[in-house]
Every structure is written in structure tokens, then in C-alpha cells.
């Protein structure tokens, strides 16, 4: 099985502009990214999909794979469909999106995603972690994501769900399980490619959530479990944050 990773780096966050570009202990936080996923001996190929030549520089300076991409992607699954829509050099079967601003993920995370595709009924897949703090299960930023008995996604909120009537907030967690989303996503190419054309739909815009989208128009999402978790840094408070620690 032919699996291609992409990594989504553009310039141009609201919260964080430049924000792959930012320094950690010597690296930037895309080549800190780059690196962690060349680790994974799933992958065939790692590619930044990037908007901005100075991060197509950058990455071509520490001999990173890196192809432009059009400004106007309004997500990282735009961009990863243009890389392969524009690629018909290597058919590749799967396609792995990984997060940008995630610098020390772990290859293992990546590898459990591969594996999924094993089944070739998956269509989609992600990862999920348990949610072990009253802080995590309220905090909005944080997507929760519920599944049913085989794995499969039945939905994803900013909200914790599911909403637990019988108990007082403080003892959700004794009572019910939770599982945060970890934004790390993997498509059947032809399902890549699918997705991307479809409109957006009003949960998405509700939520703010593109899987809502793929859900709505009837597309699976095969959700597995891990119990490692990943540093997002979205602000430069979080990036000081990992530089202290």
C-alpha cells in the first residue's frame, strides 16, 4: 500500500502568523513536524504542503520534500487534494494529514492510522484519546468526538458529549466515557478527492468542524484510540509554554 504524508504548513494564521516558522531549541516547529513523521515506516513519502515561499525556502534548506499550494484552501484536506490531484506521477492509496503545529508527534500515532486502512472498507479515519480531566471535557477548544461500537465516528462537538443529565459537571467523568479528538486525519485517495468538492453543510458552519461535513453527506470516519497525546501550539503563549518545558 502506497501512503503519502502531508503536512499543511501555511504562513498566514489569524492567532499565530508565521507560526511554522517559529523557532523551538534550534529547529523550526515544520522541520521538528517533518521530522517526527520521516520516523514512520508506513509512510512512503513525506511532503509540506505549504502557501508561502518562505517556508517552501525554508523547507528545501533542511532537505525536506515541499510542493506550493494555492492560498485560497480554506483546510489542510484542501491542500492534501491538490498535491495528489496534481501528482499522477505515483498512485498513492492513502493519504495521511498531519498537523503543522504539532512538533513532537509521535510516529506510533501515525502508524496506528495506517494500519486502519488495513480493512478496506475505511474510508476515513482519526485518532481519539480519552479524556481524563473535568478541565479538558469543558475546555471548547478541545473537539470531542463520539463513536459507536465498531469505532466509527457518530459525531464531533466542541461541546462535551454525550450530555450526562444525571450527574452534576465535576462527576461526568466517574460516570460516562470521553474522548477528545486528535487531529490527525487519513482518506482513501478517492475519497480525498470526493470530500473536497463537496459544499459546506450547516453543522459544519455551526460547529466549525469540516468532518461534520463528510458525516452529513454519508462518508465514514473509523476513529481508533490512543493513549499518547499531542502538543498543539496554535498561539504564541502555547509555543512559550513548550520552550519551557
Request: hydrophobic content about 35%.
Amino acid at each position: 500500500m502506497n501512503i503519502l504524508g502531508i503536512i499543511p504548513a501555511r504562513f498566514g494564521s489569524t492567532r499565530f502568523p508565521g507560526k511554522p516558522l517559529a523557532q523551538i531549541d534550534g529547529k523550526s516547529m515544520i522541520q521538528r513536524v517533518y521530522e517526527q513523521c520521516i520516523k514512520s515506516k508506513r509512510l512512503n513519502r513525506v511532503m509540506i504542503a505549504t502557501d508561502d515561499e518562505r517556508i517552501m525556502n525554508h523547507v528545501r534548506d533542511f532537505g525536506g520534500h515541499v510542493a506550493m499550494t494555492s492560498p485560497l484552501h480554506q483546510s489542510g484536506t484542501d491542500r492534501c487534494a491538490e498535491i495528489v490531484g496534481n501528482d499522477i506521477s505515483v498512485a498513492w492509496d492513502v493519504v495521511i494529514n498531519i498537523q503543522g503545529d504539532e512538533p513532537y508527534i509521535h510516529p506510533e500515532q501515525i502508524e496506528l492510522l495506517c494500519d486502519l486502512f488495513s480493512d478496506p472498507s475505511t474510508q476515513i479515519a482519526t485518532l481519539v484519546k480519552k479524556i481524563t480531566t473535568t478541565d479538558e471535557l469543558f475546555n471548547h477548544n478541545n473537539v470531542k468526538a463520539v463513536m459507536d461500537k465498531n469505532k466509527k465516528a457518530m459525531y464531533f462537538s466542541r461541546s462535551p458529549i454525550p450530555y450526562n443529565r444525571n450527574f452534576p459537571d465535576q462527576e461526568w467523568l466517574k460516570h460516562s466515557n470521553y474522548f477528545k479528538h486528535i487531529g490527525i486525519y487519513g482518506y482513501k485517495t478517492e475519497v480525498l478527492l470526493e470530500i473536497t468538492k463537496l459544499a459546506k453543510t450547516n453543522l459544519e458552519n455551526t460547529e466549525s468542524l469540516e468532518q461534520l461535513r463528510w458525516l452529513e453527506n454519508g462518508y465514514s470516519i473509523r476513529a481508533e484510540i490512543t493513549s499518547l497525546d499531542s502538543i498543539s501550539i496554535d498561539t504564541p503563549e502555547d509555543l512559550d509554554r513548550v520552550k519551557n518545558m
